[in-house]
């Protein structure tokens, strides 16, 4: 029996896994929990990132407009699965320590694909932040309503930021992708470390595509979804992985175990996917067969998991797990 270590969530979104399920990871009764046109100005929902707030939850949503603009808006919930998602856009503000470099890391080409990580008493966002191309905006708030923006933590272009929820070593700790302007047809998941949130350094490869068909799904890209979870055998990462076929990218998702205090450090790796896209909202929408997680939820009490994931670029559902449904079928079917 494997440990989260954190907070119990006694009001964490559940389902038993319903009766002849054989896999590790069920989906929610009622998905898609939101619907793409939730505020008026939506095109799509998805992508997106909770966490728990106060007796609740608070979120933070990539909304595409009917522009087809991409930007974060604010959402709050009781339950984890209805959410009140606001009609506006947040607004970063810079911290007022300097308010000429400010001008430049707040300028706004677009946002997208957030997620959300409590840390030192703060909300931390990252989300892959428009600057001369993609890259890792990083921001914060202690109540879903002020934002405040810092430095981005990488040069262009990289996506796919996700903080650790605790400083590994004395250092912050976040994973992310490297990549280009485009619909990257590569990309491998590196881990950097800071003093301050502000400069990051020593970079180490965590781990890459499987080019062989060993593991196929996972052969053009991947990178990190929700933050990871902290377990008493290691980090617990579910991340994205592609496969490029003759209709285009398919995005599925698979489990790693990470070396608690080397999380560069590979101990298990999936080596099938754990979800992927089979039902009708993951397999049509704007992006056809796409799964991708940027959340997670987690109660150490009962070591149940609900992962918050987009569905085809368009809106978003909850899937569940345990630790031990997870980790037991990693080690089952390791890479
Ligand atoms: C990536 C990002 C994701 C998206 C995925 C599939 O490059 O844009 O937000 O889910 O492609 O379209």
């Not at 069920?26 to 939730?38: F, H, Q, T």
């Not at 909304?63 to 974060?72: E, F, G």
């Not at 990309?187 to 470390?193: A, E, K, P, Q, T």
């Not at 052969?219 to 990190?224: L, N, P, R, Y």
């Amino acid at each position: 029996m494997a440990r989260i270590i954190g907070d119990p969530l006694p009001n964490i979104p559940w389902e038993d896994k319903p009766k002849g399920c054989k896999a590790p990871i069920w989906r929610y009764s009622g998905n898609p929990i939101i619907k793409r046109d939730a505020i008026p100005t939506s095109n799509s929902i998805f992508n997106s990132a909770v966490i728990r707030y106060k007796d609740g939850f608070a979120g933070v949503f990539r909304c595409d407009s009917k522009a087809l603009s991409m930007d974060l808006f604010a959402g709050f919930s009781k339950d984890g699965i209805n959410w009140d998602i606001e009609e506006t856009p947040i607004q970063f503000i810079g911290e007022g320590k300097n308010p000429d470099e400010e001008q430049e890391f707040l300028k706004r080409e677009y946002r997208y694909d957030p997620r959300i990580c409590y840390l030192d008493g703060k909300y931390y966002i990252t989300w892959c932040n428009g600057y001369h191309g993609p890259t890792i905006g990083v921001g914060y708030t202690y109540d879903f309503k002020t934002f405040y923006q810092i430095e981005n933590a990488f040069l262009p272009y990289n996506r796919n930021g996700v903080l650790f929820p605790r400083k590994i070593n004395g250092k912050y700790c976040m994973l992310s992708r490297p990549s280009d302007t485009g619909h990257t047809p590569f990309g491998d998941i590196f881990v950097s470390f800071s003093p301050d949130m502000v400069f990051w350094g020593k970079h180490r490869h965590v781990m890459g595509p499987i080019k062989d068909d060993r593991s196929a799904w996972q052969s053009t890209k991947i990178g990190a979804g929700p933050i990871p979870i902290e377990t008493d055998e290691g980090w617990l990462l579910f991340y994205h992985g592609v496969i490029t076929t003759c209709n285009g990218f398919v995005y599925r998702m698979g489990a790693a175990l990470l070396d608690i205090d080397k999380p560069w450090k590979v101990k298990v790796r999936s080596r099938y996917y754990i979800l992927g896209p089979e039902e009708l909202y993951e397999l049509a929408g704007d992006v056809p067969n796409v799964v991708f997680p940027c959340a997670a939820l987690t109660d150490s009490a009962t070591g149940r998991i609900a992962i918050y994931y987009g569905c085809a670029d368009t809106v978003t559902g909850i899937a569940f797990t345990t630790v031990d449904e997870t980790l037991n079928y990693i080690k089952k079917y390791p890479l």
